[in-house]
């Protein structure tokens, strides 16, 4: 398999994406019936939590709907339903290739086993999953240095907290999530010299108990750590993250969003002037470049690697009160510049 370690700029496309924020609901994709048919165009299935959860799923979209804009074809986009085995996924990405769409792309690390056994079958489709690495010559592997981007919420989170204790909210006890902790509890102690404290909880062992699908998970979680005198609490729970963010502004104390610009969604405004900033992560970035390359006939494969350098990962500085809080944008500039040419080693664990 061909593996690629850094996307270029041009790859990527997008560093940026305005998400249109939409309620959850069903799926755009028509029926059909199997056969071969001409390329429909991109197809994505969702993760856990599913279309409106204003992060993870919603950034995928974003990109889903660009390129649709941009290539003028049909899309899909499908979710998922609760309690769904591997052989559910699977049933689901092989009738999205089966009806003509390419490429298709699992959205989460849950699609890898399916993932693996559909694109064998479909050798002339472009596969794409995010979160996860499967090996195949048809297979793109669309994966982050959310630990980089965790840095910089850390940093942030050091400089804006007065009562020296921050939280930590993880929606599911995997590694995948121990890279968005370990990274911002590393950002916290560099900015702090070891002075302020991190206090983190996740919230299931397993995504099927709901860790990254149920608010009052996370809000209850964020409220235990706010007790425990947490001014800034950061989230990287998908769905569940929003209870967090809730939680926050009710006690009048900063959050820290993730995936998507938080402080941008509209499902969110209520709580917005609280929402320090939020660690990015563009899915919706990774969704169009993989369409792009298909549409170019190029198709992208192996290992893509989107990180600081390219854009792929960062923070945002929507809230104007980010600009505000005294040496924090220069802080994490300084950060950002050392991730960047290596001088900062972020860790994953």
């Not at 969704?287 to 690697?305: H, I």
Request: charged share 25%.
């Amino acid at each position: 398999m061909r593996r690629i370690s850094k996307l270029t700029r041009a790859a990527v496309g997008v560093a940026s994406i305005a998400l249109a924020a939409t309620a959850c609901g069903g799926t755009s994709s028509d029926g059909g019936d199997g056969g071969d048919k001409e390329n429909l165009g991109l197809a994505i299935a969702y993760d856990i939590g599913g279309k409106g959860d204003q992060s993870f799923n919603d950034a995928a979209f974003a990109g889903l709907e660009k390129a649709k804009k941009e290539f003028g074809y049909k899309t899909a986009d499908v979710e998922p339903t609760e309690g769904e085995t591997d052989a559910d996924k699977e049933q689901r990405l092989a009738s999205l290739a089966r009806q003509g769409y390419n490429p298709v792309i699992g959205i989460g690390f849950a699609y890898g086993p399916a993932m693996e056994a559909v694109a064998k079958k479909y050798p002339d489709t472009t596969f794409g999953i995010v979160d996860s690495v499967v090996e195949g010559d048809n297979v793109a592997s669309l994966v982050f240095a959310e630990q980089e981007a965790s840095y910089l919420a850390g940093v942030a989170a050091a400089k804006a907290t007065k009562t020296n204790t921050v939280g930590f909210v993880g929606g599911v006890d995997i590694p995948l999530i121990h890279k968005f902790e370990a990274g911002y509890k590393q950002g916290v102690q560099d900015t702090s010299g070891g002075k302020v404290k991190v206090v983190s909880q996740y919230l299931t062992q397993t995504a099927e108990e709901g860790g990254f699908s149920s608010p009052d998970k996370g809000k209850a979680a964020a409220e235990g750590q706010i007790e425990k005198k947490a001014d800034v609490v950061y989230q990287a729970a998908g769905l569940s993250g929003q209870g967090v963010i809730e939680a926050a502004a009710k006690a009048k104390v900063w959050a820290i969003g993730v995936d998507s610009d938080q402080y941008k969604q509209q499902a969110l405004a209520a709580y917005k002037n609280y929402i320090l900033t939020s660690a990015l992560k563009d899915v919706g970035g990774a969704v169009y470049a993989l369409a792009k390359s298909v549409e170019d006939g190029k198709p992208l494969t192996g290992v893509q690697t989107f990180d600081l350098k390219v854009n792929g990962v960062g923070l945002s500085e929507s809230n104007p009160e980010y600009a505000k809080i005294p040496g924090l944008a220069d802080a994490v500039n300084k950060a950002k510049e050392g991730i960047i040419s290596g001088s900062i080693k972020v860790k994953t664990e």
